[in-house]
């Protein structure tokens, strides 16, 4: 009975539903292979258990939206216009500390940089709430500009999906400057 409580039965439902998809009909058969695959995964591979702590705010989550679709236009534009002039292509990687140290923000701000052209996050320190990002065309002087734009993305994506906790944090110092 207490390993029953283990499993944690939304992963099982998404196995089955992956498992229906690959073999391509929807059987009795089939979906109670399914759930029996999910179920001796989830046994044989128990995964910690997910703690969801996402909150949905209406005017930050419109707010995100308008600044990622707007960043996405301006970013898209200046990557073709850099790929078009024949002039040498700086690049940089910086480490951009973040504020927010839950594993779902980090990984939505990580998500959400690395979806506007000319980044790309390549690594994820989570012990120090660290994104080391890739930025094409950006030179020394523009790394200041590259990690604000970091920064205010995570603002965003914490004031549209954050906990009342997380949002307050955001009114911390910013790691490494002690300015907020």
Same mark, same amino acid.
């Given at each position: 009975?207490?390993?029953?409580?283990?499993?944690?039965?939304?992963?099982?439902?998404? $196995?089955?539903?992956?498992?229906?998809?690959?073999?391509?009909?929807?059987?009795?058969?089939?979906?109670?292979?399914?759930?029996?695959?999910?179920?001796?995964?989830?046994?044989?591979?128990?995964?910690?258990?997910?703690?969801?702590?996402?909150?949905?705010? =209406?005017?930050?989550?419109?707010?995100?939206? @308008?600044?990622? $679709?707007?960043?996405?236009?301006?970013?898209?534009?200046?990557?073709?216009?850099?790929?078009? *002039?024949?002039?040498?292509?700086?690049? *940089?990687?910086?480490?951009?500390?973040?504020?927010?140290?839950?594993? $779902?923000?980090?990984?939505?701000? #990580?998500?959400?940089?690395?979806?506007?052209?000319?980044? @790309?996050?390549?690594?994820?320190?989570?012990?120090?709430?660290?994104?080391?990002?890739?930025?094409?065309?950006?030179?020394? @002087?523009?790394?200041?500009?590259?990690?604000?734009?970091?920064?205010?993305?995570?603002?965003?994506?914490?004031?549209?999906?954050?906990?009342?906790?997380?949002?307050?944090?955001?009114? #911390?110092?910013?790691?490494?400057?002690? @300015? =907020?």
């Amino acid at each position: 009975m207490r390993t029953l409580r283990r499993i944690q039965w939304p992963l099982v439902l998404w $196995l089955a539903v992956v498992w229906v998809l690959l073999w391509g009909k929807v059987t009795a058969g089939n979906v109670l292979t399914g759930l029996a695959v999910g179920v001796v995964l989830c046994l044989a591979f128990p995964l910690p258990p997910l703690e969801l702590e996402l909150r949905l705010h =209406p005017v930050g989550l419109v707010r995100f939206a @308008a600044y990622f $679709l707007a960043d996405l236009t301006v970013a898209g534009l200046r990557t073709v216009w850099q790929i078009l *002039t024949p002039s040498p292509l700086p690049c *940089t990687v910086l480490a951009v500390p973040l504020r927010s140290r839950s594993d $779902l923000m980090l990984t939505a701000t #990580a998500v959400a940089v690395c979806a506007v052209p000319g980044s @790309a996050v390549l690594e994820i320190q989570r012990s120090t709430g660290t994104l080391f990002v890739h930025v094409m065309g950006s030179d020394s @002087a523009g790394t200041d500009q590259a990690r604000a734009e970091v920064r205010r993305l995570e603002q965003l994506v914490v004031r549209a999906f954050g906990t009342r906790a997380e949002i307050a944090d955001l009114t #911390a110092p910013e790691p490494g400057t002690g @300015a =907020p």
